[in-house]
């Protein structure tokens, strides 16, 4: 059984850092894409960054410059370092891999999903 599990957020100040990991189990998804989105109160779940296995990566354009998503193959894991944080940016943030190896855009490409963890950026 495959599962993804996200840690990390929690409570910060405007213009702090935070850095969320996603711990994956039951199968590798060394070769595949993985994503990290989001879903703010009253909005719909939006990408925020997207990797492939080769390290290729596409952001939303509002969290290009702050945000870094990264992945250790070897562990089985993808990181999402996010800095200078805005209010905006609050949200529930999950994790995604897709079963497929391209550079996906859209939540329906992705095939397995975390619980979500809470981040919440104060003004």
């Known amino acids: 059984q495959v599962q993804l599990v996200e840690s990390g957020g929690g409570l910060v100040q405007a213009g702090g850092s935070l850095r969320l990991s996603c711990a994956v189990s039951?199968?590798?998804?060394?070769?595949?894409?993985m994503g990290w989105f989001r879903q703010g109160p009253g909005k719909e779940r939006e990408l925020v960054a997207t990797i492939t296995s080769g390290g290729r990566t596409n952001y939303v354009d509002s969290v290009k410059g702050r945000f870094t998503i990264s992945r250790d193959n070897a562990k089985n894991t993808v990181y999402l370092q996010m800095t200078s944080l805005k209010p905006e940016d609050t949200a529930v943030y999950y994790c995604?891999?897709?079963?497929?190896?391209?550079?996906?855009?859209?939540?329906?490409?992705?095939?397995?999903w975390g619980q979500g963890t809470q981040v919440t950026v104060s003004s």
């Open positions: 039951g199968r590798t998804f060394s070769r595949n894409a």
């Open positions: 995604a891999a897709s079963s497929g190896y391209g550079l996906y855009l859209r939540s329906y490409e992705y095939d397995y």
